[in-house]
């Protein structure tokens, strides 16, 4: 079964995200996509490693910037090997779409150098591809953390705004294979297919 939790900057998502992964599963595969650029960040990515550990739930971190799809499929054949022992696979948490986005679209950039937009859209493409159907095919529980980033003023340089979009077709993307889609403000989890509009009901 895979969510989706979403919300904006400081919302509590991540928060919830590790909440929820603790009530689904006894133990957890914490995916980080992030890269660190500078000393700010290590300072953050040590933080949050250390409030996970002192959670008190089982946390084994995985640093993946980019093959997130293949890392994921290796999850997928170790569940099914612990299944088959009878045991339950962890959670696993991946945290988050939108900096892996970041890191697809920079390595997009460098491949344009070489080859041809469409080449490379295609490419891009790919990755949102592969990373749908492992979703829809989940053999373990696994969250997706996300931003919404569309709710905020137009960015002013390209890049900014072809990352906007990418990410709103990515969250739109994740949010239809999603079993169950969460959005996080101010703390505040809502389960928005829950309550999604339905077409029948005019």
Same mark, same amino acid.
């Given at each position: 079964?895979?969510?989706?939790?979403?919300?904006?900057?400081?919302?509590?998502?991540?928060?919830?995200?590790?909440?929820?992964?603790?009530?689904?599963?006894?133990?957890?595969?914490?995916?980080?996509?992030?890269?660190?650029?500078?000393?700010?960040?290590?300072?953050?990515?040590?933080?949050?490693?250390?409030?996970?550990?002192?959670?008190?739930?089982?946390?084994?971190?995985?640093?993946?910037?980019?093959?997130?799809?293949?890392?994921? *499929?290796?999850? &997928?054949?170790?569940?099914? +090997?612990?299944?088959?022992?009878?045991?339950?696979? %962890? @959670?696993? !948490?991946?945290?988050?779409?939108?900096?892996?986005?970041?890191?697809?679209?920079?390595?997009?950039?460098?491949?344009?150098?070489?080859?041809?937009?469409?080449?490379?859209?295609?490419?891009?493409?790919?990755?949102?591809?592969?990373?749908?159907?492992?979703?829809?095919?989940?053999?373990?529980?696994?969250?997706?953390?996300?931003?919404?980033?569309?709710?905020?003023?137009?960015?002013?340089?390209?890049?900014?705004?072809?990352?906007?979009?990418?990410?709103?077709?990515?969250? *739109?993307?994740? &949010?239809?294979?999603?079993? +169950?889609?969460?959005?996080?403000?101010?703390?505040? %989890? @809502?389960? !928005?297919?829950?309550?999604?509009?339905?077409?029948?009901?005019?």
């Amino acid at each position: 079964m895979a969510y989706l939790v979403t919300g904006g900057a400081r919302s509590g998502k991540s928060t919830f995200a590790e909440q929820l992964a603790s009530h689904l599963g006894e133990q957890g595969v914490y995916i980080a996509t992030s890269r660190i650029w500078d000393e700010e960040m290590a300072e953050r990515v040590a933080l949050h490693r250390n409030n996970r550990e002192q959670s008190g739930f089982r946390w084994v971190t995985i640093e993946e910037p980019m093959a997130l799809s293949s890392r994921l *499929q290796q999850l &997928a054949m170790e569940a099914q +090997k612990l299944k088959k022992r009878g045991d339950q696979p %962890p @959670v696993v !948490l991946v945290d988050c779409l939108t900096l892996w986005l970041t890191n697809l679209l920079m390595e997009a950039e460098e491949r344009e150098k070489s080859e041809s937009s469409a080449t490379v859209q295609d490419w891009l493409l790919k990755q949102v591809d592969d990373l749908d159907a492992i979703a829809k095919e989940a053999a373990y529980p696994l969250i997706f953390v996300t931003n919404e980033v569309g709710d905020g003023i137009v960015p002013a340089y390209p890049l900014g705004r072809k990352f906007r979009d990418e990410a709103g077709r990515l969250n *739109q993307r994740m &949010a239809g294979v999603c079993d +169950k889609v969460f959005l996080v403000t101010a703390g505040i %989890p @809502v389960e !928005l297919k829950a309550i999604q509009f339905q077409w029948d009901n005019l």
